[in-house]
């Protein structure tokens, strides 16, 4: 196959400008600092009573996360079959966008305690939403780059994120850092939460207009029900998973090391506030470094991947996450600067491994019209591990005491996610993948 035309690679990459904001307004930056201020209870305590239970608040952010991650995972397999029967990934795409970026608007009314269960509704729909279009979204990538491309174009997608999302973010910063212009003393948080929601609906839907059409896997005068032809694709789609070693070994290895990898930018701005008490305009401050390093980290990833193999440099961006969760356990409280180093690396390894991850997965699927099922398990095998990650980083902080003990437990994700890729190099030089 031949790699699409630039304008339609834009315009796939500029997906990732539309939605990356949430990731980082709402995942990674403003909501979880608003989140661990406005849910305590009276005593001014990290304890909040939900749903007739007093959970640590930071805690129960971690759970209701993974309730919406387990969510995405259930339905996402038979959404997706269902897109790639009928050829209507773009419709899916643009369902789950406008979802997601709705919900995020309605935080805008999540403005005090007294609301937590609209907060967190609407915290969960715009998790729902982001996570469930990525789906669609990723499962574009086959069909309009060529093998030798994808590497190229993966990051070019994540580039684009982390520059649109930046952009954002320094818009929302000046609200959040002069709150004097504001009546409302979370005005600005909400402000902020609304224009992510704006953003990423506006460009999306540019974005979107732009892709191709898919093309259905099946005939679509097939009288066959739509449900029982999704499950059936997805049966189908697994048969061939099971039967392509190489493969099969690396999801099992992106399983663990994902693990670790996304509950840490889940989890990363409520533990530099809650456990090390880094003020909440340094917190940002590096959060917002994590995003400026990805960027040239996804290409110099790319790059080194075209050199030594893509599984070889999966394997060295996974040391150096089994290294920073050590060192993450080490940050002393009131570390700013050492906060600010450990951001830095994280930034620099962030990028290369989500794109490259998604690059290598590419190159592994079989040539199928069967794309977004095939990326369904992609999705899944990712979204099951962040279930885990979340709620063991939770329970871990909750048993303990400590969220350190947490992050110490995410490299015992990563040390297993190195031996399944050392396992997956194995049996690919065995069969002589061209990926190697």
Known sequence: MQTANKKVINAWAMYDWANSVYNLVITSTIFPAFFEEIAKNNKSTNEITFLGRTFINSSLYNYALAVAFFIVAVMSPILSSIADCRGNKKKFLSFFMTMGSIACCGLYFFDNKEKLGVGIACMIIACIGYWSSLVFYNSFLPEIAAPEDRDRVSAKGFAMGYIGSVILQVICFVFVFNPQWFAGKYTPFSLSFFLVGLWWFFFAARSIKRLPASIAAVDKSSTKGVIK??????YNVWKQLMSMPV???????????NMGVQTIMLAATLYGKS???????????????????????????????????NIKALMI???????????????????INEFYILATLVGFIMGGIQSLSRSTYSKLMPETKDTTSFFSFFDVTEKVAIVIGMFSFGFINEITGSQRNSVLALGVFFIIGLIGLFFTLKVSKTESLKTQ
Do not use: H
Request: a positive charge.
């Open 229 to 234: 032809q999704g499950y059936s694709e997805l």
């Open 247 to 257: 493969l099969k070994r690396f999801l099992f290895s992106f399983f663990f090391y």
């Open 275 to 309: 456990e090390l008490n880094i003020p909440t305009k340094n917190l940002i401050l590096a959060i917002l470094i994590i995003q400026i390093i990805a960027i040239p980290g996804a290409y110099l990833m790319s790059k080194l991947s075209d050199k030594i193999g």
């Open 317 to 335: 961006a996974v040391f150096l996450w089994i290294l920073m969760c050590v060192a993450g356990y080490y940050v002393p409280k009131n570390g």
